[in-house]
Every structure is written in structure tokens, then in C-alpha cells.
């Protein structure tokens, strides 16, 4: 009884729903979703020798720019310096601006595929754009420092280090996890 | 025992960069179709209302790890050439502090906030600028923080380095532990609220 109300209130949204351009494909089972991800960090270990990586990019994004600021300063800085050296001793680093350019390319065949493109700001019921883009640049910023500590990030040290049983990325994912959830509460307005 | 590729010189500085864009388009494609570019998708997870990003995240790591654990031990990949992270385990443990705390009030992590912002979503660019704002800080204060960043430094650690047991026998562990997250996410999501 309770099911059948439950499957109608969601038939009813469905339909109230504003008619969208493209039919909009629902999200893919995410387990599936995680052996492809799973698959291609597999690769990444055979063909590359090392896993996926998104943080490192925009290390790499920052130093190019304080680079072209203000070039003393980045060259007398090592967390600068070190992401500036000549791209042919260095492969590793155009690999990371490489692969995450490729990640964008990647998730905008996707979502046009899918048709889920489209300009908008994904927030929770009771947040306004303005909040929302004001905690999403807040949050950015304090997830920048965070993985700064860390070496890496979810795809860098959660996905790539849980993978290899690294003990700094399970302490990192741990740490990520408990954090997340402790916090939660200040940002319920937000998502709730 | 002549994979990674790259690392036993098969593949040139430009193949090497066709294969991390390949890499890239694979893992940004899997992490939309996975619903991973939706920050209120992602935030779920915090709120026990939708728990994408623990399935995903640990059916990868299940995929990944099994893999390479057995291509290893089938000689095909040389387990030695493949990058092993470092620990560092007070900058690691804060960082991964600092960085919840971001996660959850930003809704996206890095490599979402890309998919995001590639999605036409204006919160995974305003993310994005705040990840690079937040690197800038962090490379702006590095002098204060150097030291912390460096400390605790006790090398290539695995898990089962740390406590002693056979490489296969940890992997066994995480599957078994995996497959019991996944279990309790289903009863979570499934539970009335």
C-alpha cells in the first residue's frame, strides 16, 4: 500500500515536470558507472604506469598563470617552481592537463548525449543560485587547500591510492568521509 | 611483464599525452553517466538520501585494485613500475579534514566540478574557480606550511605493509568490506524518512 502511494507521488512529479528540449536518459546504475571508472583506472595503471588524477591539473593551471603574472615570483616559489619545469623532463605534468581536459571533453559528450546539458545551477530545494554559487566557490576553495595537504584528491589519492592500498590515501579518504559527515549539519539548508 | 607500457619505454612523449587524453574523455564520460555531475546527487551522500558516490567510488576501487592485483600476479603488469603514493600522515589525515568539509559544503569534488562545469553547470564553475583560488592560497602560504606538508613522511606504505599481511589477503579484506557498504547502502536508501 505504502509502495503503490509512494510509485504515484512519483509518477505525478514526472509528469508536472516542464517539458524539457531533449529526452533526458535517467543516470546509469552506478555500480556499472564504478567498474567503468574502475576499467579505465585500470588502464591508466597498464598503459601509464600510474592512475587518474584531477587536482594536479589545476596545480599545474595556477602556476602557468602566476607564471605569466608575475614570472620572479613563481620561479622563486617551489609549490610554483615545481609544476613549471620543461615539459619534455617532465612528462607527467602535461599528462595531468591533458588528462583533465579530457575529463571535461569526456562528461560533455556524455551529458549531450544524455541530453542533460544545459546552463543551470544544481542546488538543493531551499538554497537561492546566489548562495549556492556562493558555497560552491567557498567550498572549491577549501577543498583547493585541503588537497593541497593531502598530494591529491577523490581521483588522486581516494580513487587511485584506495586502489593501489596506499595507506596516506585510505587515511585521506577516511579523514574526507568523517569530515564530510560531521559538517554536514552547517550545510543541511543547502542540499535539504 | 612489460606493461606499463610507458614506463618500459613502448609509448613516445606524444602517445603517452593521446593516452591521458583518452584516459581523461573515459573517466569524465563514466562520471556523468554515473550521475557524478550533479552536485545535489553528490551532496545526497551526506544526508543518507542518495549514496551514488560511495557505490561508485568503491565499485572503482574494487574494479581497479582486483585488476591490478591480478594482472600482477599473472605477470602481465610489473606491479614495481607502477606509481606508488607516498603517506604522509598528518598532512594526509588534515588535508582529507579540510577537504570533507569543502566537499560537503561545495557539493562537487575536483574532478566532478569539472563534469560539472563541462555540463553547463554554473555551481561546478563557480567550483572550480574556488579550487583554483584555494591552490593559490595554498602555494601563497607554503613558507608557513612547509614544514607541516613535509612532516610524518614514512614512504610508499601500503595497508597491508602496515599490519603485516599478504597483499591478496587486504584486497580480500576491502572486497568483503566493500560489498557490506554496499549492502547497507541499499537498506539506507531504501528506508522511509
Known amino acids: 500500500m505504502k509502495s503503490a502511494e509512494l510509485s504515484h507521488g512519483a509518477e505525478r512529479r514526472t509528469v508536472s515536470r516542464a517539458p524539457s528540449r531533449a529526452p533526458t536518459q535517467p543516470y546509469m546504475n552506478p555500480y556499472l558507472a564504478g567498474v567503468g571508472i574502475g576499467s579505465v583506472l585500470l588502464l591508466a595503471f597498464v598503459v601509464m604506469g600510474r592512475g587518474l588524477g584531477a587536482s594536479g591539473g589545476f596545480s599545474v593551471a595556477v602556476a602557468a598563470g602566476m607564471s605569466a603574472i608575475a614570472p620572479e615570483h613563481a620561479a622563486n616559489s617551489s609549490p610554483y617552481a615545481g609544476y613549471l619545469v620543461d615539459g619534455a623532463a617532465q612528462p607527467l605534468r602535461d599528462w595531468i592537463v591533458i588528462e583533465l581536459i579530457g575529463v571535461m571533453l569526456g562528461g560533455f559528450i556524455s551529458a549531450v548525449a544524455a541530453g542533460r546539458f544545459r546552463r543551470a545551477i544544481d542546488r538543493g530545494p531551499r538554497a537561492t543560485d546566489r548562495s549556492r554559487l556562493i558555497y560552491a566557490f567557498s567550498g572549491g576553495a577549501v577543498m583547493g587547500l585541503g588537497a593541497k595537504f593531502a598530494r591529491g584528491c577523490t581521483s588522486g589519492q581516494a580513487l587511485t591510492g584506495g586502489a593501489m592500498l596506499s595507506l596516506g590515501s585510505w587515511l585521506f579518504i577516511i579523514a574526507a568521509f568523517a569530515a564530510g559527515y560531521a559538517a554536514a549539519p552547517l550545510f543541511r539548508k543547502q542540499w535539504t | 611483464m612489460n606493461t606499463p607500457l610507458f614506463e618500459y619505454g613502448f609509448l613516445s612523449h606524444n602517445a603517452g599525452l593521446i593516452a591521458a587524453l583518452v584516459i581523461g574523455l573515459g573517466f569524465g564520460f563514466f562520471l556523468e553517466r554515473g550521475g557524478l555531475g550533479n552536485a545535489t546527487k553528490l551532496a545526497g551522500q551526506f544526508y543518507l538520501k542518495d549514496l551514488t558516490v560511495l557505490k561508485v567510488l568503491f565499485t572503482a576501487i574494487l574494479t581497479a585494485m582486483l585488476g591490478l592485483y591480478w594482472l600482477g600476479r599473472f605477470g602481465v603488469v610489473d606491479l614495481t613500475r607502477v606509481y606508488q603514493l607516498p603517506t604522509f600522515v598528518l598532512p594526509q589525515l588534515a588535508g582529507g579534514l579540510i577537504f570533507g568539509v569543502g566537499f560537503v559544503m561545495g557539493g562537487l569534488c575536483p574532478g566532478t566540478s569539472c563534469v560539472s562545469m563541462s555540463s553547463g553547470r ?54 568483503i568490506a566493500a560489498l557490506g557498504s554496499f549492502v547497507l547502502a541499499e537498506r539506507l536508501e531504501r528506508s522511509p524518512r
Do not use: K, R
Request: net charge negative.
Open chain 2, 122 to 175: 554554473m555551481d561546478g564553475l563557480a567550483l572550480v574557480g574556488g579550487m583554483l583560488f584555494g591552490v593559490l592560497v595554498f602555494n601563497e602560504i607554503f613558507p608557513v606550511v612547509s614544514i607541516f606538508y613535509n612532516s610524518t613522511a614514512i614512504g610508499e606504505v601500503t595497508i597491508p605493509q602496515l599490519i603485516g599481511v599478504p597483499h591478496g589477503l587486504a584486497v580480500f579484506a576491502i572486497v
